[in-house]
């Protein structure tokens, strides 16, 4: 596809457009021959409301919004094709929305709820009873297929703070209270989208604080909304009834209710559940037909500023600069958005201020997020120390704290570069031992054993013809580091060198100094794990002796 079209991106980015005319499409059908099928101006308003939406620019602008599109389109197709009782393409239609993404299969409970209520669908009381066995055998089969695949698993593992803080918030009252901050976040964003950015990662939204005025405030939030969902679903007005039914049920996936999410807050969640907002604002603010006047003018002026917003959420999406520098702007908190944009100062750092300012925000990136998993900013901080500076005592210490990283790509990123750095450092430096030793050690943290015999040898060969103390200090150094790869080298663990690593080992294990440090246990414990070694130390403390295990 890339070789035909050009640039991959753009092509798909062409398709998500497409995708979401289709669902504007589908939208207006369903008002029309569904929830207005009187009323031609509303269905129109619906759909306008809904095609420039700015919540549906992550759908649409980010390519992997491709799975709320595809799964809202077959998820409209379920709801048309059930309202005329073609029941076995509904269901089909069902399952691949929620194939597309899990949320699809969430618009089951608003189908089955339209056959309930909906007295104007073309069915017999009999279809509609087939209908709902035939969509809720479907939605039981799917789960189970989606059960077989997946294993049962229901929440993201490996959770970071960044990707999901509700999973790290201990305290029972902070935890709901911050679950019912995320609602109201979602509720602004769908009512009041002035304030979008690209991404609202930790610590853009802290955990919410256990205090009168918090549990007042959102106390008030939640019971108003349920007593407002309760009050509809009670008049059993089949449109606003199918909008809370629709809202609560495609909302569900993302309200952190009974598991978390693999992400805390993201704008392409609200794409299926912002149809119910729309048909219910409308809905609502349509009542009392004399006034048609002013609700078109209404409705005109907030479509209107619908469409400045996106104009202005896709200006943000066009380049990496500007998605990022308006996440920061809105989200100044957020350690991934101060990330991102660091990166892409660095990387367009001409004039060179520009990478210096990038810098501030990776620094700023590290600072605020307290995730100790969490040390892409290490690796790129040091990166940029490397590149811009050529501080590498600087550029070494943090990619050491990269090495920590739980992401494997950063992880194994920062080995490299120490490696690379290192290499540098020892054919500038022949003379100081510093760097084939740490260079040693990176290797013995990777398991190349063999090249870190070989930057061993180095730091013997670094201070050959110095004074003969310090050239047998640094020995002595070198074999006990030695003697610790040996002896995790267990591929090449032959008598002679098995015999060698024992002998060193039990004389640190006896008491040893290694650089002024005592490492008796841990000499004792690489003679235990690796060389199957227990040492039996004599009374006077002067003598031991290996005793296989």
């Known amino acids: 596809v890339s070789g035909i079209f050009g640039k991959l991106p753009e ?5 998500n457009i497409a995708w979401h005319a289709v669902c504007v499409v589908l939208v207006h059908e369903v008002c029309r021959r569904i929830l207005f099928p009187k009323d031609a101006a509303r269905c129109w308003w619906v759909m306008v409301l809904f095609a ?12 992997v919004g491709i799975a709320d599109l595809l799964s809202m389109a077959f998820a409209l197709a379920a709801v048309l094709l059930s309202h005329y009782g073609r029941f076995l393409p509904a269901a089909a239609a069902l399952g691949l929305s929620f194939f597309s993404k899990e949320v699809g299969l969430t618009v089951a409970v608003p189908i089955l709820a339209a056959l309930a209520l909906n007295a104007d669908a073309p069915l017999t009381s009999t279809q509609r009873k087939v209908g709902a066995g035939i969509i809720t055998t479907a939605v039981v089969g799917y789960l189970g297929i989606r059960h077989a695949i997946a294993g049962g698993k229901q929440t993201v593992e490996g959770f970071r703070h960044m990707d999901n803080m509700l999973a790290f918030v201990e305290d029972t009252g ?32 802290p955990a919410v604080e256990v205090t009168p005025e918090n549990l007042a405030f959102y106390g008030v939030f939640v019971a108003t909304s349920g007593a407002l969902a309760l009050g509809v679903l009670y008049s059993q007005q089949f449109v606003p009834c199918f909008c809370v039914v629709f809202f609560l ?6 309200s952190h209710l009974l598991y978390r999410p693999g992400v805390y807050i993201a704008e392409r969640l609200m794409y299926t559940p912002s149809l119910a907002v729309c048909v219910f604002v409308v809905w609502a603010m349509s009542q009392g037909g004399k006034r048609r006047v002013a609700w078109h003018a209404f409705f005109g002026v907030v479509a209107v500023w619908f469409a400045t917003l996106l104009w202005g959420r896709n200006e943000a999406w066009l380049t990496p600069m500007n ?37 501030g925000h990776l620094l700023r990136a590290k600072e605020i997020t307290t995730d100790v998993d969490y040390c892409q900013p290490d690796y790129w901080i040091g990166r940029y120390h490397v590149e811009h500076t ?12 990269a090495t920590k990283c739980k992401d494997l790509d950063h992880y194994k990123f920062a080995y490299d ?3 690379e750095i290192y290499k540098v450092l020892v054919l500038h430096q022949p003379k100081n031992s510093d760097w084939p030793l740490q260079l040693a050690q990176a290797y013995y943290q990777q398991g190349k054993y063999a090249e870190a015999e070989g930057a061993l040898s180095k730091a013997v060969d670094s201070v050959a013809g110095d004074d003969e103390k310090a050239a047998a200090k640094m020995k002595r150094v070198v074999e006990y580091l030695l003697a610790v ?13 098995r015999g060698f690593a024992s002998n060193i080992l039990a004389q640190y294990a006896l008491g040893r100094k290694y650089r002024g440090a005592d490492v008796s246990d841990e000499a004792r414990n690489t003679l235990r794990t690796y060389l199957r070694y227990e040492v039996a130390v004599s009374a006077d403390g002067k003598t031991a002796e290996l005793r296989p295990f």
């Open 323 to 359: 998605m990022w520098g308006g996440a920061v702007a809105v989200n100044p908190n957020s350690g991934r958005a101060q990330l991102s944009y660091g990166l892409q100062c660095v990387a367009e750092g001409n004039p060179a201020d520009l990478a210096a300012i990038g810098l």
């Open 390 to 401: 050529r501080n590498y005592t600087a550029a070494i210490d943090w990619m050491w704290k």
């Open 11 to 15: 092509v798909l980015k062409v398709g």
């Open 174 to 205: 902070s935890f709901y209270l911050t679950m019912a901050n995320v609602w109201w976040k979602y509720l602004v964003m769908l009512l009041y989208p002035a304030h979008l950015a690209g991404d609202y990662s930790y610590n853009a939204i």
């Open 52 to 63: 420039v939406h700015p919540v549906h620019s992550e759908s649409v602008d980010g390519l």
């Open 485 to 497: 790869t040996i002896a995790a080298d267990t591929d090449r663990l032959t008598q002679e060198r």
């Open 249 to 254: 049920a495609s909302f569900f996936p993302a």
């Open 417 to 419: 570069a120490l490696e």
